[in-house]
């Protein structure tokens, strides 16, 4: 079995900082895709980011120049770091990643971390 576990979230003003980590632990062989995605009350979960094993990079329209996110293949852990944070980037934001095992290779999300924008 894996888990992957959320850290980080929390209110922050607008215009601040916030860095969130997702760490997978269990019986990994090997990640490929990790990402975050959010959703808002009311509205359907979207992709914010997404990297490779490799590293190469996939955001959303909304977040491009403002969020960044990398990975530890060593620590099997990312991250996001979301900079001028706007009152539309509050929501749960869920990691997710593709986890090759004995059982094959599945998708796993996390239990999602709340992340508040507000004055």
């Known amino acids: 079995q894996v888990q992957l576990v959320e850290s980080g979230g929390g209110l922050v003003q607008p215009g601040g900082s916030l860095r969130v980590s997702c760490a997978a632990s269990?019986?990994?062989?090997?990640?490929?895709?990790m990402g975050w995605y959010r959703q808002a009350p009311g509205k359907q979960r979207e992709l914010v980011a997404s990297?490779?094993?490799?590293?190469?990079?996939n955001y959303a329209d909304s977040v491009k120049g403002r969020f960044t996110i990398s990975r530890d293949n060593g620590k099997n852990t990312e991250y996001l770091q979301m900079n001028s944070l706007k009152p539309e980037d509050t929501a749960v934001y869920y990691c997710?990643?593709?986890?090759?095992?004995?059982?094959?290779?599945?998708?796993?999300w996390g239990q999602g971390t709340q992340v508040t924008v507000s004055s």
């Open positions: 997710n990643a593709d986890v090759k095992n004995a059982a094959g290779l599945r998708n796993y």
């Open positions: 269990g019986s990994i062989f090997s990640i490929y895709t």
């Open positions: 990297i490779g094993r490799g590293g190469s990079t």
